[in-house]
């Protein structure tokens, strides 16, 4: 059996009264579009800063291709790529500035690589225009790109499609599409539920810091006879659904 890409063991973790997660357990299979989904308050930050490093869980574990995410975080690190929600880039510098100067962070420096990945990014005929001219699906398609650096074999993006316009959406799904059949695993936290539902093939959702359902995202929309869409899913599951009359 192929191991996961990443495997979430038991994580808690609390800020003082708040327990932010509960308990959670959960495997993202390697080479899935993964859909991780809650309402505001959930624990998907958490989560996602659990994954990348940026908090430490109070107990429990996180594999990431094998790499215990604590013990190993630098090497776990080398084999994802992050998109945050909230990410900037120096307005002034242009795309291939700013992959050129994250490569020299990390130790590095490989110009046939940022040329290919502004390329997949959709980003050459601008890769010398400063950031402050793009737009904000410019700006997404670069994050993504910081992301891909160094050939990761899992990138975690966090709300990619926000704030789109349906063109800018268009091009980082079929975007998203196309790493994914390219192999990587890619693990999407959004409340835009019908990108989750276009891209997704499995998903995890949670409440209160708990993981209340999690699965292959077309087994769980048949379960249940009232269910149409994720939407009415999450609603229901999340305690806002009607059912239809």
């Known amino acids: 059996m192929q191991r996961p890409a990443i495997d979430i063991r038991n994580i808690l973790k609390r800020y003082g009264k708040i327990q932010a997660l ?12 993964f859909g991780l989904l809650g309402p505001n308050g959930a624990g998907k930050s958490t989560l996602i800063n659990i994954l990348c490093g940026l908090v430490k ?53 490989d110009q046939d690589e940022v040329d290919t990945l502004l390329d997949k990014v959709g980003l050459s005929e601008r890769a010398d225009s400063r950031v402050q001219s793009y737009s904000q699906g410019m700006h997404k398609r670069l994050g993504i790109a910081t992301a891909l650096l160094g050939d990761p074999k899992i990138i975690i993006l966090d709300e990619p499609t926000a704030g789109l316009d349906p063109g800018g959406m268009q091009a980082i799904r079929t975007l998203l599409t196309d790493l994914h059949a390219e192999g990587t695993t890619i693990v999407i936290s959004s409340h835009l539920l019908g990108e989750i539902e276009r891209l997704c093939t499995r998903i ?42």
């Not at 509960?22 to 579009?33: K, L, M, R, S, W």
């Not at 209340?212 to 929309?221: A, H």
């Open 57 to 109: 869980p109070d107990a429990g574990s996180v594999t990431i291709a094998g790499h215990d995410a604590k013990r190993e975080h630098q090497v776990a690190a080398e084999d994802f790529g992050v998109l945050l929600e909230s990410f900037g880039f120096y307005p002034t510098y242009t795309a291939r500035d700013t992959l050129t100067i994250l490569q020299r962070y990390r130790g590095y420096r």
């Open 204 to 245: 995890a959702l949670l409440k209160s810091g708990e993981i209340i359902s999690e699965g292959v995202l077309k087994d769980i929309l048949t379960q249940d006879g009232d269910i149409t869409s994720l939407e009415d899913y999450f609603l229901k599951q999340t305690g806002d659904y009607n059912a239809h009359e």
């Open 22 to 33: 509960d308990n959670v357990t959960f495997q993202i299979p390697t080479g899935e579009i």
